[in-house]
């Protein structure tokens, strides 16, 4: 949906040009005119005294979709190195690009990182597209929007995914604007339907307790921004092999309104929730703050690292970088430990495919216990130090256990 300016009617009074917050529009032999700045806002049509300023309303039947082929991930990198959750999106866009048998692309913005853009391949990607430029070596919504909407433009995927990450879910709605397409946010699974070359994009709706699936059936790409965490890892092919295309994008600095001075690292450690292997998680059952030094303890013996629910977090007795769940960070680790925690759906939507699930709580009907591998009825306070026990005595009890089988 494009704004256009009726030439004949502009009479120059410029009332668009100052209310434009794209700074879109140039004067020009008095006439308006709308550059590709333009965000469609509309706010120059309210603005304009003699209704020389239109939005031309796109095709409303969508676009020649037989004309789009192949899957784009958005290749996301910090500092030069790609997210993992990249690599979980290639992991996913392979498996839907062999079953609609198409291309899958890597699309990579960033400067002198080609390293990076050579291990895309590796992960999967047939081809991978990237942009090199030094305005695009930091994420910024303009630049990184304008590159990728030029590249759609130009080439017509099907499909896009990017991780549901703070820079994707900020890219993501920006770039479906400009292309007039539609988006599924935040989307925890993904599914083809192979006749009709439609992805069907699933995600959790009003609090988690709905399952909606979503399609985009006449416009093209169909977009998706995807939760990191769900969707498993692609793994390295070192023999892999496949075409590193470098483009240089028609970039310049007063395309890119907002300007970063500075990117500054939380100093509060990071809790690597997501690529722990083992998780243990207290809930509301700890009874206030001093329980997480218990689930600490644990968690410790174990070797893994500290998981809350929201009920904890809300009550302040544990950072929000801790909680697990539908607001919260998504795992899949080998072992999940949830302790005191009643297993609500909105903590399941983010542990669930857990590989083993341990469940500790004093009430046996708690739906944790429907998805856990074990679970054990009691009260923690007595359970958790019995297992710290355990486990400090774990080499005397494998001595036992082999002894006894050998017998
Ligand atoms: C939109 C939305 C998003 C949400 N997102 C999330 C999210 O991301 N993550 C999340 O966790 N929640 C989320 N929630 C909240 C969720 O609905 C639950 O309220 C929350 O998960 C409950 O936390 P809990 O299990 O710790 O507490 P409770 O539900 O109160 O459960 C406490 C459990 O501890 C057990 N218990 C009590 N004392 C002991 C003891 N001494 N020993 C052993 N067991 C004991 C009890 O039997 C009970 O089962 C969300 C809610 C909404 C509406």
Redesign the pocket.
């Known amino acids: 949906m494009a704004i256009k300016v009726i030439k004949e009617k502009c009479v120059g009074c410029g009332a668009c040009v100052t209310v434009c917050p794209a700074d879109a529009i140039n004067m020009i032999d008095k006439k308006a005119i709308i550059t590709d700045k333009c965000i469609a806002c509309g706010a120059c049509i309210n603005k304009c005294p003699v209704e020389a300023i239109f939005k031309e309303e796109g095709n409303k039947g969508g676009v020649n979709i037989d004309e789009y082929r192949g899957v784009w991930v958005f290749a996301e990198q910090r500092e030069g190195k790609t997210l993992n959750v990249v690599r979980e999106l290639l992991g996913e866009g392979r498996k839907i690009a062999d079953e609609l048998e198409t291309e899958l692309t890597a699309v990579l913005l960033g400067h002198n990182i080609e390293d990076e853009a050579n291990l895309l391949i590796k992960y999967g990607a047939d081809k991978v597209i990237y942009a090199n430029h030094e305005l695009l070596g930091v994420y910024t919504t303009d630049g990184y929007a304008k590159v990728i909407y030029d590249l759609i433009q130009e080439r017509k995927p099907e499909i896009m995914l990017i991780g549901a990450t703070n820079i994707g879910r900020d890219l993501g709605p920006r770039l479906s604007a400009k292309v007039h397409t539609g988006l599924t946010a935040d989307c925890t699974r993904l599914d083809v339907d192979k006749e009709n070359r439609r992805l069907m994009m699933t995600r959790p709706a009003f ?2 307790n709905l399952m909606a699936t979503i399609l985009c059936p006449n416009h093209r790409p169909q977009m998706s921004t995807v939760r990191p965490g769900v969707m498993e890892k692609a793994k390295i092919d070192e023999n892999r092999e496949g075409i590193v295309q470098v483009v240089k994008p028609e970039l310049k600095d007063s395309d890119i309104k907002a300007k970063v001075i500075e990117t500054v690292k939380s100093d509060k450690p990071v809790v690597a929730l997501e690529e722990a292997p083992i998780i243990v998680s ?6 206030g703050e001093e329980g997480f030094k218990l689930i600490e303890d644990l968690a410790e013996k174990l070797g893994g690292v500290v998981g ?7 009550s302040q007795w544990i950072e929000q970088s801790h ?7 998504t795992v899949r680790p080998g072992l999940y430990v ?10 399941l ?2 542990m669930q495919d857990s590989k083993c699930i341990v469940a ?4 046996p009907n ?3 216990f429907e998805v856990a591998d074990y679970g054990i009825v ?6 958790i130090p019995e297992l710290i026990q355990a486990l400090d005595n774990v080499d005397d009890i494998m001595e036992a256990v082999k002894a006894l089988s050998n017998e």
């Not at 500790?360 to 009430?363: F, Q």
Request: charged share 15%.
């Open positions: 609090g988690g207290g809930g509301r059952g700890l009874g809350a629910s929201r009920a904890t977090v809300d909680q697990v769940g539908q607001t919260g960070k949830a302790c005191g925690i009643s297993g609500a759906i909105q903590h939507a983010g500790i709580n004093k009430d708690a739906p944790i009691g009260d923690l306070y007595e359970v």
